[in-house]
C-alpha cells in the first residue's frame, strides 16, 4: 500500500538537544511538507520542497532543518535553537509541482515530540 | 496573504442533526479549496475539494460548494453520526509561483453524541 510513514510516533527531548523526525513516502509524489500543530490552532508550514536537493522555508522556519536527497525521503531536524518545540508534527507529500493548485495533500499519523 | 477563516468551535450536536461549519477565504486568483478530517491522535486525511468556482465537492454525505461571489466554502452535511466527531480543516491552495502550499483554517471540533 503506497503512503507516507512518520516515526517515531511519540519522542521525548531533553532541554539543548537537536532531534531528527523522520518522513518517508512510497507515492511517487514530488513536493513534501512539514507542518506544526499546536492545541486549538491551525497547521504552520515549516518548510517544504518540490523537488530533490531543493526546499524553501514556510512560515515558522526558524529553529528547523530540512534535507531532500532522496524524492522519498524529508527528515526534520528540531534544533536547540527552537525555542518551544513541544507539538505535533505533520509531514505531508503532494504532486503538485510548478504552478499547479489542484492536488490533494497527503499526511502522515504525526510525530508527538516533547520537550521534557 | 492568502487565508482561511473557519467558524470557532468546539461544535456539539446530536446524532442524525444537520451540520454546517462556516469557511471564508482571502487569496488573489483562483484557488483550490479543501475540506481535511483530523480524528484524533492521527494526520489529515481529505475530505473533499473543489478547484473552481461553483464547484461543489462531495463526500460521505458531507458537501461544500465554492462561491467565489461570496469567497466561501462552507462544509454541511445532513445527518451526523457519532463517527463524525472530529477535527475539520478547510484550506485553499492558491495559483502563484509558490504552488502547492496551502493555507489552513484553525481547525473546527466536531462532537456528536448518540
Known amino acids: 500500500d503506497g503512503g507516507i510513514t512518520q516515526s517515531p510516533k511519540y519522542l521525548f527531548r531533553k532541554e539543548g538537544q537537536n532531534v531528527t523526525l523522520s518522513c518517508e513516502q512510497n507515492?511517487?509524489?514530488?513536493?513534501m511538507y512539514w507542518y506544526r500543530q499546536d492545541p486549538g490552532q491551525g497547521l504552520r508550514l515549516i518548510y517544504y520542497?518540490?523537488?530533490?536537493?531543493?526546499?524553501q522555508k514556510g512560515d515558522i522556519a526558524e529553529g528547523y532543518s530540512v534535507s531532500r536527497e532522496k524524492k522519498e525521503s524529508f527528515p526534520l531536524t528540531v534544533t536547540s535553537a527552537q525555542k518551544n518545540p513541544t507539538a505535533f508534527y505533520l509531514c505531508?507529500?503532494?504532486?503538485?509541482?510548478?504552478?499547479?493548485?489542484?492536488?490533494?495533500?497527503?499526511f502522515g499519523p504525526g510525530t508527538r515530540l516533547t520537550v521534557l | 496573504g492568502d487565508s482561511v477563516t473557519q467558524m470557532e468551535g468546539p461544535v456539539t450536536l446530536s446524532e442524525e442533526a444537520f451540520l454546517t461549519i462556516n469557511c471564508t477565504y482571502t487569496?488573489?486568483?483562483?484557488?483550490?479549496l479543501f475540506w481535511y478530517v483530523q480524528y484524533p491522535g492521527e494526520g489529515l486525511q481529505l475530505l473533499l475539494k473543489?478547484?473552481?468556482?461553483?464547484d461543489k465537492g462531495s463526500n460521505k454525505g458531507f458537501e461544500a460548494t465554492y462561491r467565489k461571489e461570496t469567497t466561501s466554502f462552507h462544509l454541511e452535511k445532513g445527518s451526523v453520526q457519532v463517527s463524525d466527531s472530529a477535527v475539520y480543516f478547510c484550506?485553499?491552495?492558491?495559483?502563484?509561483?509558490?504552488?502547492?502550499?496551502?493555507?489552513f483554517g484553525d481547525g473546527t471540533t466536531l462532537t456528536v453524541k448518540p
Open positions: 484550506a485553499l491552495s492558491g495559483f502563484n509561483t509558490n504552488a502547492g502550499k496551502s493555507t
Open positions: 473543489a478547484t473552481k468556482a461553483d
Open positions: 507515492l511517487n509524489h514530488d513536493a
Open positions: 520542497s518540490q523537488i530533490v536537493n531543493d526546499f
Open positions: 487569496a488573489t486568483g483562483y484557488p483550490s
Open positions: 505531508a507529500s503532494s504532486t503538485q509541482r510548478g504552478t499547479a493548485n489542484t492536488d490533494t495533500q497527503y
